[in-house]
Nanobody, 122 residues
Framework: QVQLVESGGGLVQPGGSLRLSCAAS?????????MSWYRQAPGKERELVAI????????NYADSVKGRFTISRDNAKNTVYLQMNSLAPEDTAVYYC??????????????WGKGTLVTVSS
């Protein structure tokens, strides 16, 4: 059974930093197509924040977080991270980890964690 468990959320002041972690079990990152982070703010749709493609390690970011957020992975720990710097109130949301299976080609499977809340406020 695939499980993705996020951690690292919390309350931070504007301008601060947080690092989110997503620990995977029942699923091997090296055999995934991609790992990504999404977020959903109150009253808004879930949006893609960052993605890392397993083959080649290519990354992509939402325009709103470029230059501030960094996605990375540790295959040995089967964990994906999201380093978030220069946080702003508009970054407040529940952050979700997502895994897409399939190796070199996405096989259509999608796995989600339960999310971790990030609140940016003074």
């Amino acid at each position: 059974q695939v499980q993705l468990v996020e951690s690292g959320g919390g309350l931070v002041q504007p301008g601060g930093s947080l690092r989110l972690s997503c620990a995977a079990s029942g699923f091997t990152l090296v055999r995934s197509y991609a790992m990504s982070w999404y977020r959903q703010a109150p009253g808004k749709e879930r949006e893609l924040v960052a993605i890392i493609i397993s083959a080649g390690g290519r990354t992509n970011y939402a325009d709103s977080v470029k230059g501030r957020f960094t996605i990375s992975r540790d295959n040995a720990k089967n964990t994906v991270y999201l380093q978030m710097n220069s946080l702003a109130p508009e970054d407040t949301a529940v952050y979700y980890c997502n895994a897409r299976g399939g190796g070199g080609i996405w096989d259509g499977t999608n796995y989600w964690g339960k999310g971790t809340l990030v609140t940016v406020s003074s």
